[in-house]
């Protein structure tokens, strides 16, 4: 199994910026891939942005060019540096591992954007 803790979230004003982090533990070597989610209220959990184990990157249109993901491997967590926010990107945001036996999610962590 694997155990995701989201934390950075907040509330920023637009134009503002947040920095996600995901700590993961348990069996990480089996993950291909991680992710950041969001779920705005009323609507349908969306990718955000993913870094597969190899390194590769894959963004959601609404992310391209204001976030950013990375991970450290020594400290097993990925990042999502957020810049430029939007009141549009109020959301949870949830991490999310792609393990060989399963996929496994956080428990969230809230983002407010202010106009």
């Known amino acids: 199994q694997v155990q995701l803790v989201e934390s950075g979230g907040g509330m920023v004003q637009a134009g503002g910026s947040l920095r996600l982090s995901c700590a993961a533990s348990g069996s990480i070597f089996s993950i291909n891939a991680m992710g950041w989610y969001r779920q705005a209220p009323g609507k349908q959990r969306e990718l955000v942005a993913v870094?597969?184990?190899?390194?590769?990157?894959n963004y959601a249109d609404s992310a391209k060019g204001r976030f950013t993901i990375s991970r450290d491997n020594a400290k097993n967590t990925v990042y999502l540096q957020m810049n430029s926010l939007k009141p549009e990107d109020t959301a949870v945001y949830y991490c999310?591992?792609?393990?060989?036996?399963?996929?496994?999610w956080g428990r969230g962590t809230q983002v407010t954007v202010s106009s």
């Open positions: 999310n591992a792609d393990h060989d036996e399963a996929n496994y």
């Open positions: 870094i597969t184990s190899g390194g590769s990157t």
